[in-house]
C-alpha cells in the first residue's frame, strides 16, 4: 500500500484541478483487503500503475503551464487539498489518470463478455453476411451536391435510422443554432431551446448551397456529441474507434485522410463478437470540452464506411448495454430487424430521447397485472412522425410529435427520412389545435388499447367532464352504443358542436387555418428523378439524395370540400390566421399525395399539400 500511497501523493502535488473528479476504476485485486501490494501475480497491475504515473506526470506539467497563464493559487488549492484529507487526495489523483489518458487519446478495448452482448444486442445470433455488409459499409458523410448539401448521403440499405436521427441534430445546428458551432465549448445543456418558440419565432435560410464545409462540420461534431450525451444521461459520452487506425489519430490532421483510412481498413470486416473484441477500442468523456476534441480528432474514422456501426455502438455505450436491454420490452430481439437489417424503433428512439424504449406514445402504457410498455418520458429536441400511425398501427405521442425545434425523423415500414421547417411558428398552436391538443390527451390517458384509439364508456365520461365537453343525451347514447367509443367518432361530434357547449363549431370557419412551408430530405442516394434526367457517360442515372419543398395547407374548416370553395391565403410562406394580414382571396393549388402526406397528416390533421416535380419519397 506505500506505493498507492506515494502515487496520492505525487499526483496530489502535480495536480492543479478543483473540479470534482469521477471514480477511479482500477484493477480488482484478487488478494484479501491489506495483503502486500508487490505479489508476482499482480506485477502487471504494477507495470500499468506506473505507466499510468508517467502519463500522470506528462500532462500534469501541461496543464501547470497553461495554469500559470489563468493565475490560480496553488495555496489555495494545496490548503483544500489539506483540509479534506486522503480522501480528495484519492480524488485529485483519479481525475489526474481521467485528465491524461484523454489526452493521448488512449482507448481501451471491450471485454470478451461485453462484446458478446453488444454483438448480440445488436445483431443476434442469426445475421447474415448481407447485413452486417450493410452496416459495416455506411459513413457518416455530407452529399457532395449544393442543393441537397446539408444532408447525409446513405448508399444501403439498414442503417437510415442512425444517419436520419444525425441528420435531425445537424439541421438544428445548421438552421436555428449556428451561432453555437463558433463556440469551443457549445452550450448543449438538455433545457437549450426549452424557450417559448411563439414569442422568439425564428425563421432559417433555405440556401443550403451557401454552407460552408467547416460550418457543417462543426454541426455534425456538435450533433454526434449532443446524442452521446443525451444516451449518457447528459454525464457522459463514450466514443468508440477501432485499433486497426487508432494510431493514426495521433498524426497530424492532414495525413488522417481518406487514403490512410481506407487503407487501414482494407479487410476488416466486423462478422462476429471476436471481430469486435478485437478491433474495437473506446473512450469515455465527462466534460462536453473533452468529447467535442475527441470527436474532431476522429471525425474521419466517422465518416469512413464502419462510421454508421461505430456511431451505434458508440451510443449504446454511453448508455449502457444493461441499460439499454432494461429500457426495451423483450430484450430478446436484436436492435438490426430482420429481414432486412434496418434500425428498429428503440434504436432511433435511443439517439432522439436518450432511452432504447420500443413505442412512440408519451410515458407508460399500463397493462394490468404488473406489466406495462415503455413510452417516452421526456420532451424531445427534434421530434418523429410514422406512416405506421396513419394505418392505425401505433400512436405517436406529443413528445415526438411536437419537439422544441420543427424537425422530424419521418418514418415507413423500411426507411427514415426527415421531414423540417425553417420557421419555428409552425409549432405554434392556434386555437382549433389547441383545443385538440387539450381533448386528445384527455382521451389517450384513457386509451388502453396500445394506441388503437378507443377508449371505455367509463373512460369517456371521464374525458367528458375534464375537457368540460357537454354533448347530448342522445349523442352520448350513440357513442356509447357499442361499449367503446373511437377517436375519430368522437372528434367528428367535437367538431359539429357548437363553442359554447365545449366544441369546435365556429361560424367563421377559419379557427384551424395555417398555411406553411416544409422541407423533405431523404438521403439515400437513388436516381435523380427531380426534374430532368441525369447520366453519367450517357448509361447510368446519377444516384443523389432528394431534397422537396411542400407547400402545406391546413383547412380552415373540417372538410376539404368547404376549404376549396373559399379560402383566404395569408401573404407569407408561414404562420397563422392569428397574423391578420390576409390580403387575398384565392383556391389553393389541387391537393397532391403521396404517403409523406399521410405522416403530416398526423401532425396537422385534414392538411393538404402541394410540391413541384415528383412526389416526395420515404422509401
Request: hydrophobic share 35%; charged share 25%.
Amino acid at each position: 500500500m506505500a506505493d498507492h500511497e506515494e502515487d496520492l501523493r505525487t499526483a496530489l502535488r502535480m495536480s492543479m484541478q478543483n473540479s470534482p473528479p469521477e471514480p477511479k476504476r482500477s484493477k480488482p485485486r484478487d488478494g484479501p483487503a491489506g495483503a502486500p501490494t508487490g505479489l508476482p501475480e499482480e506485477s502487471s497491475e504494477v507495470k500499468t500503475r506506473r505507466l499510468q504515473r508517467e502519463l500522470m506526470a506528462t500532462a500534469a506539467e501541461k496543464r501547470m503551464l497553461d495554469a500559470k497563464k489563468a493565475s490560480p493559487s496553488p495555496s489555495s488549492v494545496s490548503g483544500s487539498a489539506g483540509s479534506s484529507g486522503s480522501g480528495l487526495a484519492a480524488k485529485v489523483v483519479r481525475k489526474d489518470k481521467e485528465l491524461s489518458l484523454e489526452e493521448v487519446n488512449l482507448g481501451k478495448g471491450l471485454s470478451e463478455e461485453d462484446a458478446k452482448q453488444l454483438f448480440s444486442m445488436v445483431f443476434g445470433a442469426e445475421v447474415t453476411k448481407g447485413i452486417l455488409a450493410q452496416w459495416s459499409n455506411q459513413g457518416i458523410r455530407f452529399s457532395p451536391d449544393p442543393e441537397t448539401s446539408m444532408g447525409l448521403v446513405q448508399h444501403e440499405g439498414g442503417p437510415c435510422g442512425v444517419l436520419a436521427a444525425i441528420q435531425a441534430f445537424v439541421l438544428k445546428y445548421l438552421l436555428f443554432c449556428p451561432a453555437e458551432l463558433g463556440k469551443v465549448v457549445p452550450n448543449m445543456h438538455h433545457d437549450m431551446g426549452s424557450r417559448t418558440l411563439s414569442n422568439s419565432p425564428c425563421v432559417a435560410s433555405n440556401n443550403f448551397a451557401s454552407l460552408t464545409e467547416d460550418a457543417k462540420a462543426r454541426a455534425l461534431i456538435r450533433s454526434m456529441g449532443e446524442i452521446l450525451f443525451l444516451c449518457g444521461s447528459n454525464k457522459r459520452a463514450v466514443i468508440a474507434t477501432l485499433s486497426v487506425i487508432g494510431d493514426d489519430t495521433e498524426r497530424s490532421k492532414d495525413s488522417l485522410d481518406d487514403e490512410v483510412i481506407t487503407k487501414s481498413l482494407e479487410g476488416l470486416s466486423i462478422e462476429s463478437a471476436a471481430d469486435l473484441h478485437k478491433v474495437l477500442r473506446v473512450n469515455t468523456y465527462t466534460t462536453r470540452e473533452s468529447a467535442f476534441k475527441r470527436l474532431q480528432a476522429v471525425i474521419p474514422v466517422f465518416q469512413s464506411r464502419m462510421g454508421a456501426l461505430l456511431f451505434l455502438i458508440s451510443a449504446l455505450l454511453s448508455r449502457g448495454l444493461d441499460l439499454v436491454q432494461a429500457d426495451r420490452d423483450d430484450p430478446s430481439l436484436p436492435l438490426v430487424t430482420a429481414p432486412f437489417g434496418h434500425a428498429s424503433q428503440e434504436i432511433v428512439n435511443l439517439l432522439l430521447c436518450g432511452q432504447a424504449v420500443p413505442n412512440v406514445f408519451d410515458g407508460k402504457m399500463d397493462l394490468g397485472g404488473g406489466m406495462s410498455l415503455k413510452g417516452v418520458s421526456r420532451t424531445v429536441e427534434v421530434g418523429f412522425l410514422t406512416l405506421l400511425e396513419s394505418l392505425n398501427f401505433c400512436k405517436v405521442g406529443q413528445y415526438l410529435k411536437c419537439p422544441k425545434w420543427p424537425i422530424w425523423v419521418v418514418g415507413s415500414e423500411s426507411h427514415y427520412t426527415v421531414l423540417f421547417s425553417l420557421d419555428t411558428t409552425v409549432q405554434d398552436e392556434n386555437e382549433l389545435e389547441g383545443r385538440e391538443s387539450q381533448i386528445r390527451k384527455a382521451f389517450d390517458a384513457q386509451d388502453q388499447s396500445g394506441g388503437g384509439g378507443f377508449i371505455s364508456v367509463e373512460g369517456f365520461h371521464q374525458v367528458l367532464k375534464e375537457t368540460n365537453v357537454e354533448l347530448p343525451t342522445e349523442k352520448v347514447d350513440l357513442l356509447c352504443s357499442t361499449g367503446f367509443i373511437v377517436w375519430s367518432e368522437f372528434w367528428q361530434v367535437i367538431l359539429d358542436l357548437d363553442k359554447s357547449l365545449g366544441g369546435l363549431k365556429d361560424s367563421t370557419g377559419l379557427m384551424g387555418k395555417k398555411v406553411f412551408d416544409l422541407y423533405h430530405f431523404n438521403g439515400i442516394a437513388k436516381s435523380d428523378l427531380n426534374g430532368s434526367q441525369i447520366s453519367s457517360g450517357g448509361e447510368t442515372p446519377v444516384q443523389r439524395p432528394r431534397l422537396t419543398k411542400l407547400r402545406v395547407s391546413v383547412p380552415p374548416r373540417w372538410t376539404p370540400e368547404e376549404y376549396m370553395t373559399d379560402v383566404a391565403v395569408s401573404s407569407g410562406s408561414g404562420g397563422n390566421e392569428s397574423g391578420g394580414k390576409v390580403t387575398e382571396i384565392a383556391k389553393p393549388e389541387p391537393s397532391q399525395h403521396a404517403p409523406l402526406v399521410d405522416c403530416i397528416r398526423t401532425r396537422w390533421p385534414r392538411a393538404v399539400c402541394n410540391w413541384i416535380g415528383y412526389p416526395p419519397s420515404i422509401v
